[in-house]
């Protein structure tokens, strides 16, 4: 089986940086899962994109884009979910 390679927006890792410590290794668990399984079953697809996706940890998500001819998954934003779409 094949893996996906995780890459992150700059913003991204700023925004993860931010999060309660608590909350950074429930995100960190979840994204490296993605590697294996890039749509698991909590998974949502976004409508303004065709390659974009969002998981939901708790308050908290992660919108990340899925491309599968490289095999990567690049993590866009992840922040609380009420300022996740702003």
């Known amino acids: ?8 927006k700059p913003r991204a890792i700023k925004q993860l ?8 290794t429930k995100v960190s668990k ?3 899962e993605l590697a294996e399984t890039p749509r698991p ?7 303004d994109s065709a390659h974009s996706y969002r998981i939901r940890i708790g308050d ?4 990340y884009s899925i491309y599968d001819d490289h095999l990567v998954i690049q ?3 992840i922040g609380h979910r009420k ?3 702003k």
Request: hydrophobic letters at 40%; proline letters at 3%; aromatic letters at 14%.
């Open 30 to 32: 979840k994204i490296d």
């Open 83 to 85: 300022d996740i779409y």
């Open 75 to 77: 993590v866009i934003k």
């Open 1 to 8: 089986m094949a893996y996906y390679k995780i890459e992150f």
């Open 41 to 47: 079953g909590n998974c949502k697809k976004l409508t």
């Open 60 to 63: 908290y998500r992660v919108v």
């Open 17 to 24: 940086k931010k999060l309660p410590t608590d909350i950074i």
